[in-house]
């Protein structure tokens, strides 16, 4: 059961940054892709970015070029930089892994961008 802890949300101004942070309770060695999904009120959970072991990359394009997405093995822990957020970036932020074909879950942080 890998177990996933994020953290750095809250609220900031239109143009603003945040960084989450999810950590894992194991090797991020052993997990084989992890990524971020956000759920905005009355909408699905939908990708943000994820990051394969092998180090490939994807974005959403709603986020391309003002969101990254990095690791660091001797954390544990994945990491989601926000720039430039907009208001329609308000979501609970949640970081997934999936090992072995199981999706594990983090509990979700709240990003709210608002003036």
């Known amino acids: 059961q890998v177990q996933l802890v994020e953290s750095g949300g809250g609220l900031v101004q239109p143009g603003g940054s945040l960084r989450l942070s999810c950590e894992a309770s194991e090797s991020i060695f052993s997990l084989n892709d992890m990524g971020w999904y956000r759920q905005a009120p009355g909408k699905e959970r939908e990708l943000v970015a994820t990051i394969t072991n092998s180090g490939d990359i994807n974005y959403s394009d709603s986020v391309k070029g003002r969101f990254t997405i990095s690791r660091n093995y001797v954390e544990n822990t994945v990491y989601l930089q926000m720039s430039s957020l907009k208001p329609e970036d308000t979501a609970v932020y949640y970081c997934?892994?999936?090992?072995?074909?199981?999706?594990?879950w983090g509990q979700g942080t709240q990003v709210t961008v608002s003036p």
């Open positions: 997934n892994a999936k090992k072995w074909y199981v999706n594990y």
